[in-house]
């Protein structure tokens, strides 16, 4: 069974920063594109950023750019989210997702990770 | 990019009943190349992260029941639940997958027992 399983989230102060990392198991994880999705409390689902299975490519939400960078250790079969200048609204529970298709690249999400909560409050 | 909206907002339904989510998006997520619609449907509870239930607009994921079924094509998508059971009380989101890397979700409906 493929498992995803984030951590790294906590309470920082507005503008600090702060690593997330999703370790996943149970399947192979070089061959599949990786993406962060954030839930800001009572609010909807978010996409954040998506990074091919080999690290070729990244993609981040206009609302991150410049402010998060995507990353891939596939020898560790680790996913890392670096994120800085935080702010308020970044505050969410941020899952990591897999694509749904190995070697291609579909743009849903199958499965996902638990969640790990980033605070940014004073 | 592209706007998903979903209606109702809240939707209570007796247990048994049928459930119907609306969902729909500000340009069409149809690939005429291949009529398939790059539209997901995604179940989430308090607590777990979220789960798909279809994708292509229509398919259903494996494992899901088959008293969830997705329909609909172009901007205008609908999730059904046939009969609803109180295991399936949650949040419901579309997510449109053809407008990459900018995918968007719908912002939820509510689902709950009367």
């Known amino acids: 069974e493929v498992q995803l399983l984030e951590s790294g989230g906590k309470l920082v102060q507005p503008g600090g920063s702060l690593r997330l990392s999703c370790a996943g198991s149970?399947?192979?994880?070089?061959?599949?594109?990786m993406n962060w999705v954030r839930q800001a409390p009572g609010k909807g689902l978010e996409w954040v950023s998506g990074?091919?299975?080999?690290?070729?490519?990244?993609y981040y939400a206009d609302s991150v750019k410049g402010r998060f960078t995507i990353s891939r250790d596939n020898s560790n079969n680790t996913v890392y989210l670096d994120m800085k200048s935080l702010r308020a609204d970044d505050t969410a529970v941020y899952y990591c997702?897999?694509?749904?298709?190995?070697?291609?690249?579909?743009?849903?999400?199958?499965?996902w990770g638990q969640g790990t909560l980033v605070t940014v409050s004073s | 990019d592209i706007v998903m909206t979903q209606s109702p907002d809240f939707l209570a339904v007796s247990l048994g009943e049928r459930a119907t989510i609306n969902c729909k998006s500000s340009?069409?997520?149809?690939?005429?190349?291949?009529?398939?619609?790059?539209l997901a449907w995604y179940q989430k509870k308090p607590g777990q992260p979220p789960k798909v239930l279809v994708y292509?607009?229509?398919t259903r994921a494996s494992g899901v029941p088959d008293r969830f079924s997705g329909s609909g094509s172009g901007t205008d998508f609908n999730l059904t639940i046939s009969s609803l059971q109180a295991a399936d009380v949650a949040v419901y989101y579309c997510?449109?997958?053809?407008?990459?890397?900018?995918?968007?979700f719908g912002p939820g409906t509510r689902v709950d027992l009367k």
């Open positions: 997702a897999r694509d749904s298709y190995s070697g291609s690249y579909q743009w849903w999400f199958d499965p």
């Open positions: 149970g399947v192979t994880f070089d061959t599949y594109a």
């Open positions: 990074i091919g299975a080999a690290g070729g490519w990244t």
């Open positions: 340009q069409s997520v149809l690939d005429s190349s291949n009529n398939k619609n790059f």
């Open positions: 292509w607009a229509s």
């Open positions: 997510q449109q997958y053809y407008d990459t890397p900018s995918i968007t």
